[in-house]
């Protein structure tokens, strides 16, 4: 309702991920880093899907030698 203005939001402070997920010890900064990026409160400053998939996270996955393997309940199935 744009006539209601009695509300007001708190003002939290944002935590830092890398804080909270000790990236140091386990490696996962690049993780915390796309993650960080996707959650960004305003849109505009998210990544778009295409360049979210082109983040330093998914390298290994671009490789040639890589295969995935999908787990089914029946079955599974290796994709190259």
């Known amino acids: 309702n744009p006539n ?3 509300f007001k939001f ?3 402070k944002a935590n830092d991920l890398k804080k909270i ?3 140091r010890k ?3 900064d ?3 880093d796309l993650v960080t990026k ?3 409160y305003n849109p505009q400053q998210r990544p778009k899907p295409l ?3 082109q983040h330093q996270f998914f390298d290994e996955l671009r ?3 890589v295969k995935l393997q999908i787990i089914s309940h029946y079955q599974t199935y290796l994709i190259s």
């Open 51 to 53: 360049k979210a998939l």
């Open 30 to 32: 690049v993780a915390v």
């Open 26 to 28: 386990t490696g996962k």
């Open 4 to 6: 209601y203005s009695e």
């Open 21 to 23: 997920f000790s990236c």
């Open 38 to 40: 996707i959650l960004k």
């Open 10 to 12: 708190p003002v939290i």
């Open 63 to 65: 490789a040639d030698n």
